[in-house]
């Protein structure tokens, strides 16, 4: 074989893992083909509105269709007796939820509620919720260290981002009615996590983006119980956009019909591979190949997922994360592990500040192109290499 | 002919004219067929990210080239120099425009910006500038009222919503530096109004829901002159929604395209009937008839626009505007017109009050579909026929 070297000169073009863009799954949607092409004519979707009598009045019938069709087949959500949410992304989706948990008081002099997550938590959860100074919410930080009476918003990312742990609520509250949670499942499908059951919150949300890949569509959806929470969360979208793209509604509902016929077996076709199997298999292998890097490391350590038995695919299986949350080890190299691999190895990823974390942690996105992915373990390699021979050879 | 008849039992459908929602364009966009055809195959704008070298890096290199063609094609604003900012519908663009405006300061105590537009304005402006209770920016009603000293923003619609009037900047203010103005030109095209000059403005934004008449696409965008004011308004966008549906992105671009090559003789097509001559020339036709219903009117009077050399249309030509701003007389029936329109006559519009006007204007949609305006004309005929003759015939 070639002899790794470690990698310094200017020369070696940047490595971006820094988000989670899904593109890894392009190569899947390319093979299947003509049945996932989306055709829209000139004079269709022209309106602002889809369905007025329903709380989410600019939903999509399609896509309401195909979301339950989608989560019958992943077995990973309740959608009976449930209102659908569309949103542009579920980052819309996470305000509207805010929004919809806040407004409506009575109280005119309501001070902001506090909104919190546990560490380490997704590195926008506070800006997103900061960035227009709401007089509605307030981020409050880690929820473990969350002692304040009155109400609170509590979030839950499972699997989480960055470090793919499943996750319940933590906050303990003497009062403990007065909190709210909202369950961010984006990762909860079973190429990320095993399938434990269908999850069963009174307000969870999905996306398009981390479901199948499909990003660029800015498609989230909410499955929501209480009428009047729907409604307010429909309006929160109203007054930020008048609705969602009813071309990228379409067109997630296309998509998510393709995977759901390949499981229902319409369109029978011997060439065609499953989606989340496939997904699955590609996750699967990428930890495998990343794991036996950081395994003849000093410097670096990956977490460990148990293993579970996943309802999906009918056997005991581990966790994929989208994200790597690598660690530099003590004493190793550095204790800023974003640094560490920017300025000497020009390998991008998100430190663990961000993320209401130590420095020493780095999130990597695990979702890159076959090329991309491939150049991350090669320098990462020859990081190792470098590092325990001093660059010997 | 058949004699009309005072209209009051319940058999009668309601008549939504409350929305301005576009659909009067859906047959022009029908008859052209198969090269607006949208086509997007599944394995396409899969990523978040367009250009990262841009201010608005989610913004799709052919959407951007085709906002400039139609632009040089309308005439009705200046692009070289300017950034291209795109908007989940020029809804988001106002809020982006608020927050570049008032983010970034360095006092940490600022009080929240005052948002000012002329009365009658645009009836979501409060709610959209009011619902998260923002610290930055604080709706503060009629320009013509406001009187305060410092910072503030004044928007200006023109062509007016409701009211169809051509506007400029009104606020005076001693220490005039401190107000930014932004521009919503969203009905500043051909069809609707005289193009007297291309809009120069340091902040302006369009949206695709009234130019080409595609509102279920979601799709705005800001022209700006300040490379931070653009990179500004793209965090909110980041922060709101990480971008914009790049499906929608890249419909709005083929349509857009589809205009520009019929004014551009590229693939010249005998049978086909150019865009905006088609438009205006549709509007005009349902102003005339309306116009002529109500001179008739003891009821009902409407605004009247003056001529003005229209450098698109080459002549002296009127405005037709989006919506008809209905009076009802002093004296007449009633002071409520929406009131009056809906439980007499079930035609749903919206009331002068929300627009902070006087009760006696309604807001009616001059874009519904073919069959509805000429339900509403025959209602309203109906209406001004029952009022002077006391429905005898």
């Given at each position: 074989g070639t002899k790794p070297q470690a990698v310094s000169s200017s020369s070696e073009a940047v490595i971006n893992l820094d988000h989670g863009d899904p593109t890894v799954y392009e190569s899947f949607w390319g093979k299947v083909g003509e049945k996932c092409t989306m055709v829209i004519k000139g004079n269709e979707l022209m309106s602002y509105i889809s369905d007025l009598r329903k709380p989410c009045w600019f939903l999509e019938e399609e896509?309401?269709?195909?979301?339950?069709?989608?989560?019958?087949?992943?077995?990973?959500?309740?959608?009976?007796d449930r209102y659908v949410v569309v949103g542009t992304g579920s980052t819309q989706l996470y305000q509207a939820v805010l929004y919809?948990?806040?407004?409506?008081?009575?109280?005119?002099?309501?001070?902001?509620?506090?909104?919190?997550?546990?560490?380490?938590?997704?590195?926008q959860y506070e800006d997103e919720t900061d960035f227009l100074r709401s007089g509605l919410y307030k981020w409050a930080?880690?929820?473990?260290a969350f002692d304040k009476e009155g109400p609170y918003i509590e979030v839950v990312t499972s699997p989480n981002?960055?470090?793919?742990?499943?996750?319940?609520?933590?906050?303990?509250?003497?009062?403990?009615?007065?909190?709210?949670?909202?369950?961010?499942?984006?990762?909860?499908?079973?190429?990320?996590?095993?399938?434990t059951r269908a999850a069963d919150y009174d307000i969870m949300y999905f996306t398009f983006s981390?479901?199948?890949?499909?990003?660029?569509?800015?498609?989230?959806?909410?499955?929501?119980?209480?009428e009047e929470i729907a409604k307010k969360m429909t309006r929160f979208i109203e007054l930020s956009s008048i609705g969602v793209s009813k071309d990228s509604q379409l067109r997630a509902a296309k998509i998510m019909g393709v995977i759901c016929d390949g499981y229902q077996d319409f369109e029978s076709d011997e060439n065609s591979e499953n989606f989340f199997e496939y997904a699955h298999q590609l996750m699967e292998d990428r930890w495998k190949r990343l794991r036996e890097i950081v395994a003849r490391s000093n410097v670096f350590s990956l977490p460990k997922y148990p293993q579970e038995y996943c309802l999906?695919?009918?056997?005991?299986?581990?966790?994929?994360?989208a994200f790597a949350w690598l660690k530099c080890k003590e004493g190793?190299?550095?204790?800023?592990?974003?640094?560490?691999?920017?300025?000497s190895y020009k390998i991008v990823g998100r430190g663990g500040r961000r993320f209401g974390a130590d420095p020493s942690y780095a999130r990597l996105s695990m979702l890159s192109r076959d090329e991309v992915f491939q150049q991350f373990l090669d320098r990462l390699q020859s990081i190792n290499n470098g590092t325990v021979s001093n660059g010997n050879y």
């Open positions: 896509l309401e269709n195909s979301i339950k069709r989608l989560h019958h087949v992943a077995g990973n959500a309740v959608v009976d919809a948990l806040t407004t409506g008081g009575t109280a005119p002099e309501q001070q902001p509620v506090p909104v919190v997550c546990a560490a380490p938590y997704y590195s930080g880690d929820a473990y981002n960055p470090d793919g742990t499943t996750r319940e609520a933590v906050v303990i509250n003497s009062l403990a009615d007065q909190g709210k949670i909202l369950y961010d499942l984006a990762y909860y499908w079973p190429q990320y996590t095993p399938i981390k479901s199948t890949g499909h990003a660029g569509s800015r498609i989230g959806w909410a499955l929501v119980k209480d999906f695919h009918g056997e005991f299986t581990e966790s994929y994360p190793a190299i550095d204790e800023d592990c974003e640094k560490f691999l920017r300025e």
